[in-house]
DNA sequence: CGCCAGGTGGGAT
DNA sequence: ATCCCACATGGC
């Protein structure tokens, strides 16, 4: 499994190289800062409050949202200043709920933007040495795992491994883990939760943040490239795909 | 038009 | 524990 992991990796940064995530807006106008696409040049290092402020902002308002949507949100934040969380605090929920419309469930991301905000305002600090513990941000009302370990890893650089929808799909075409289960189909075997899947990357890879910063990114840029709900199976680097290999390809 | 996009919480089984 | 569903916009 080790193998697969390690060789899937060389595989992608071989295909795309390196993404440089986490894209930070504070980050436009730098030297090489591509606003273009998601591509943007350089690690997204945070040094400031704001900076690490804006990525927890952002791990919520891309839940099960497009990025594009997420991103003009956090534009229309900046732009009406609220960029840390005593301003996101003091912002009336009806005002931040059309603020993040783009991003969609508006509503329910306007109030979770508010618990991280008193989170963050309160007990957590956004000093860049100071983490938070993974349970402090469960407990958390709207950070579930993939946000909370978002949070760790690109605000944090906290070496823990992102999973997400592409990763699930991606693992599951090439044959690490079962399909998602459909409705109507029986029920065979349980599919791996998000810690035994994350689990897999711990186990197989040395726990630097860059290597999980950019072994996540780069799973996103071939989710949206190639390993797509519809797949474009066209020029895929990945060569252990048994969905290629099966009779879709 | 229908499908898809970097999930999560709450309630029923 | 594990399903099932609401939540919602914007791009193609």
Redesign the pocket.
């Known amino acids: 499994m080790k193998q697969r992991v390690e060789s899937l990796y060389a595989q992608l940064l071989s295909a795309y190289g390196p993404q440089g995530?986490?894209?930070l807006s504070s980050r436009a106008g730098e030297r090489g800062y591509d606003t273009r696409g998601?591509h943007h040049g350089a690690y997204g290092q945070p040094r400031t409050s704001e900076g690490r402020f804006e990525i927890v902002m952002?791990?919520i308002l891309?839940?099960?949202?497009?990025?594009?949507?997420?991103e003009?949100a956090l534009r229309r934040l900046r732009e009406a200043g609220l960029r840390l969380p005593a301003d996101v605090r003091s912002c009336p929920h009806g005002r931040l709920?059309r603020l993040i419309?783009?991003?969609?469930?508006?509503?329910?991301?306007?109030r979770?933007l508010k618990e991280v905000a008193a989170l963050f305002g309160m007990a957590a600090s956004l000093a860049p040495a100071t983490a938070p513990r993974r349970e402090e941000l469960?407990s958390?009302?709207?950070?579930?795992?993939?946000?909370?370990d978002?949070i760790l890893l690109?605000a944090f650089h906290v070496p823990v491994f992102?999973v997400?929808?592409?990763t699930r799909?991606l693992l599951s075409r090439m044959g690490i883990i079962k399909a998602a289960?459909r409705?109507g189909t029986p029920?065979i075997q349980?599919?791996l939760?998000?810690d035994e899947i994350q689990r897999i990357f711990l186990d197989a890879l040395p726990p630097r943040h860059q290597v999980f910063n950019e072994y996540?990114?780069l799973i996103?840029e071939h989710?949206?490239r190639h390993c797509?709900?519809?797949p474009i199976c066209r020029g895929c680097p990945v060569r252990v795909c048994q969905y290629r290999d099966s009779a879709h390809g």
């Open positions: 995530w986490w894209p998601y952002g791990a891309t839940q099960n949202s497009a990025w594009t949507n997420a003009a709920a419309r783009s991003s969609g469930y508006f509503n329910q991301k306007a979770k469960l958390c009302w709207g950070i579930g795992p993939e946000t909370a978002s690109y992102v997400d929808a592409y799909r289960k409705r029920r349980e599919r939760g998000y996540h990114a996103v989710a949206k797509r709900a519809k």
